[in-house]
């Protein structure tokens, strides 16, 4: 079972930018889809972008034009591109396998990693 360790989180003032990580162990390339979600205090967790090994990409209304998800499978690992954030950005960030391109998340959710966009 493949596990993931994100990081990258931190403060930022509105406006700026940052690059999460999504660092996987165990079968990274036999995964077809995954997916980062974020989860705002007080509100249900949502999948912002979604990416296949073959570089298909889906995202949430909320950010498209602002951020882009990638994966690198030679490094097992995944990346949120994040810019022109926003207050309403603000939230813990996972990630995590899909059931499909436009699936639900599936398996265990790890610690997350916090971005906090405030001035």
């Known amino acids: 079972q493949v596990q993931f360790v994100e990081s990258g989180g931190g403060l930022v003032q509105p406006g700026g930018s940052l690059r999460l990580s999504c660092a996987a162990s165990?079968?990274?390339?036999?995964?077809?889809?995954m997916g980062w979600s974020r989860q705002a205090p007080g509100k249900q967790r949502e999948l912002v972008a979604r990416i296949t090994n073959t570089g298909l990409t889906k995202y949430a209304d909320a950010v498209k034009g602002r951020f882009a998800i990638s994966r690198d499978n030679a490094k097992n690992t995944m990346y949120l591109q994040m810019h022109s954030l926003k207050p309403e950005d603000t939230a813990v960030y996972y990630c995590?396998?899909?059931?499909?391109?436009?699936?639900?998340?599936?398996?265990?959710w790890g610690q997350g990693t916090q971005v906090t966009v405030s001035s």
């Open positions: 995590n396998v899909l059931v499909s391109l436009s699936g639900p998340p599936v398996g265990p």
């Open positions: 165990g079968n990274f390339l036999s995964i077809y889809a």
